[in-house]
């Protein structure tokens, strides 16, 4: 439906034209990268090294609690967390593997569109299964369009509140939504 010259031309015009954002968490950060709109900004068709979303690694459905660092700030969705920070974020997925060429994924370093990153209890990135439940490569949990406008990620930080997760220290919400309500302030 994306494809639909007329759909594609309103998001189009709302991310760009209307100063607007997207953003997508789990299911919706598939659909924004089988649209191109991450890492690309824009609605396009995948090409065989576009970077994706594909079945985890473990071959199974995942649902914890992970570690999740800030990386970069450059969307707005992240204009109220620092670099470093991390976060403690709900996952709950079976296709939630991020896959990309070593191309693409220099590529989204450089730019700063590697937004989130699956972490250790020291946090450093890791391919490790007890913290990086889909095998996601170089550890990415989220990533943001070149300019930030859009983002995906697969952890639920929809999910934490105050009333959830009272027996897990340090579990508090990753403020995103607050950095995407104040960019319109």
Request: hydrophobic residues 35%; negative net charge; contains cysteine.
């Amino acid at each position: 439906a994306f494809h639909n010259p007329a759909i594609k031309e309103a998001v189009m015009e709302l991310l760009y034209k209307r100063d607007g954002l997207g953003i997508g968490i789990c299911n919706g950060f598939q659909a924004l990268i089988k649209l191109g709109l991450v890492p690309y900004g824009e609605i396009t068709e995948q090409a065989p090294n576009s970077p994706t979303l594909t079945y985890n690694y473990c071959g199974h459905h995942v649902a914890r609690i992970v570690n999740t660092k800030v990386c970069s700030t450059i969307s707005p969705w992240f204009s109220e967390c620092k670099v470093g920070e991390v976060y403690k974020i709900p996952v709950s997925h079976g296709e939630g593997r991020f896959i990309a060429d070593e191309e693409n994924l220099q590529k989204l370093l450089a730019n700063g569109q590697i937004a989130t990153q699956y972490v250790d209890l020291e946090g450093n990135p890791t391919m490790d299964y007890l913290y990086n439940p889909n095998g996601s490569y170089w550890a990415i949990e989220g990533i943001t369009s070149p300019d930030g406008r859009v983002m995906g990620k697969m952890g639920h930080a929809e999910r934490v509140k105050k009333e959830i997760g009272k027996n897990i220290p340090d579990f508090e919400p990753q403020p995103i939504f607050k950095g995407g309500i104040n960019y319109f302030k």
